[in-house]
C-alpha cells in the first residue's frame, strides 16, 4: 500500500500544480470542483482495489502472470 500511497500522492500533487499553470490535464478542467470530485472518487476507488484483499492464487504485490 505505501507504494499504491506514493504513486496516488505524487498524482493528485502534479494534478494541483498543472491546475495553477495549465488548468487543465487530459481534458479535464482542473478549475472546475466538478472535476475534483471526480478525481477524488476515482483515487478512493483505486485504494479501495489496492487495499483489498488480493485476488486467490496472488499475493498482494504480484504482478499478473502473461498468459
Given at each position: 500500500?505505501?507504494?499504491?500511497?506514493?504513486?496516488l500522492?505524487?498524482?493528485l500533487h502534479?494534478?494541483?500544480?498543472?491546475?495553477?499553470?495549465?488548468?487543465s490535464?487530459?481534458g479535464m478542467?482542473?478549475?472546475?470542483?466538478?472535476?475534483?470530485t471526480r478525481?477524488?472518487?476515482?483515487?478512493?476507488?483505486?485504494?479501495?482495489?489496492?487495499l483489498?484483499?488480493?485476488a486467490?492464487?496472488?499475493?498482494?504485490?504480484?504482478?499478473?502472470?502473461?498468459?
Open positions: 500500500a505505501p507504494a499504491v500511497n506514493t504513486l500522492i505524487a498524482g502534479y494534478l494541483a500544480l498543472r491546475e495553477e499553470s495549465s488548468g490535464f487530459a478542467n482542473l478549475r472546475d470542483p466538478a472535476s475534483w478525481l477524488e472518487a476515482a483515487a478512493d476507488r483505486l485504494l479501495d482495489c489496492a483489498s484483499e488480493p486467490a492464487g496472488r499475493r498482494g504485490g504480484d504482478r499478473p502472470s502473461a498468459g
